[in-house]
């Protein structure tokens, strides 16, 4: 994990000084988009590790949960801050952002690189992960042996995700250009309301997790992911009015449906991976997903929008994806309250 972290910041870090396309062409592209491959890669591996870090220090199994959905409070705190970066360098750097502005919050990300480290430096082996090493039971090659005894699991954890990360892309990342080029809408008022919903994230997050514990994980995705499939009708018939208040509430509340996901999300995938293949599986069910929901949501919505000129196709799109969700999450094993020390794979 210190790998990972490494990785993931310092090619952050040297995004600052891309060379730009006047000095070296279309290299500075090539660089670019080598070093986001690289941030990528440490983003794939960090994950799952914080998340069992988290997770297998829980001194109670009723509390996992809980436990598991801080490390998903990175992404709100990652919002958060990021947006209110780029609203500050914006203003104090003003025309001059788009030339070097931009670049200075991917310098000072090497302060948050440097705190990172020495956090991780301080942290133990999860029990679980020590059992494993006096029983020698670690495996030589994890992937492969997951992908041979739980590739269902990594399937589903892939597809539970649809309903969470796709409808998360459109509202924080396609409201943009939506509100703003095809509604004419001020930029700061949909930049001040997303880091509003990222500050409802702090407490929506953990709450769910929470509740997970009380009623179990499946439950409580399965009503995120309902909730999700209902509320995109109700955010796109908010933002087409174009009101100002209206498309504020609407972005503000987005991402509730989207944290009732996501708070018991680490703790259902990880649980359902035996332990000495936990790191290997959730990670990568939890990753497959960037590509068949996250990464095309933004395509999709704007391909949508073009072809039928209305935001309810693209609430029909947020829709589809929850009943993809719903049928995965329902075939998803729940480990809640259960010991997750011992194997379980047979």
Not at 129 to 144: G, H, T
Request: net charge positive; charged share 10%; with cysteine.
């Amino acid at each position: 994990m210190i790998a990972t972290l490494l990785c993931m910041g310092i090619a952050t870090f040297l995004i600052a000084f891309v060379p730009t396309y006047q000095s070296i062409g279309i290299w500075g592209a090539v660089i670019l988009t080598v070093l986001r491959m690289i941030q990528g890669i440490g983003v794939g591996g960090e994950w799952g590790g914080s998340v069992l870090l988290a997770m297998e220090w829980s001194r109670h199994n009723g509390q996992r949960g809980l436990v598991a959905s801080w490390p998903q409070f990175g992404v709100p705190a990652g919002l958060f801050l990021s947006n209110l970066v780029i609203l500050a360098f914006s203003t104090w750097s003003g025309d001059q952002f788009a030339i070097w502005g931009w670049r200075i919050p991917f310098a000072l990300s090497i302060i948050l690189v440097a705190v990172g480290l020495w956090i991780r430096l301080g942290i133990l082996e999860t029990p679980v992960f020590r059992q494993l090493l006096s029983n020698d039971r670690i495996e030589r090659a994890p992937i492969v042996e997951v992908l041979k005894k739980q590739p269902k699991e990594i399937i589903l954890s892939a597809l539970l995700r649809m309903a969470e990360q796709a409808p998360f892309y459109i509202f924080t990342a396609f409201i943009f250009a939506y509100a703003v080029r095809t509604l004419h809408m001020s930029r700061d008022l949909i930049l001040t309301a997303v880091l509003m919903a990222s500050c409802v994230s702090f407490v929506s997050i953990p709450l769910s997790g929470h509740i997970s514990d009380r009623i179990g994980r499946r439950k409580m995705y399965l009503i995120g992911a309902a909730t999700v499939g209902w509320f995109g009708f109700l955010y796109f018939a908010m933002v087409d009015t174009a009101i100002p208040w209206a498309v504020f509430i609407a972005i503000v509340l987005s991402l509730i449906p989207h944290d009732m996901q996501y708070g018991p999300q680490a703790a259902l995938i990880a649980e359902a991976f035996t332990p000495r293949l936990r790191y290997s599986g959730s990670s990568l069910g939890y990753q497959l997903a960037s590509i068949i929901a996250g990464g095309p949501a933004p395509l999709i919505a704007t391909a949508l929008f073009a072809r039928f000129q209305t935001g309810y196709a693209i609430s029909v799109y947020i829709a589809v994806c929850a009943v993809v969700s719903l049928v995965s999450a329902a075939a998803m094993p729940d480990y809640t309250g259960k010991d997750i020390s011992l194997e379980y794979d047979g």
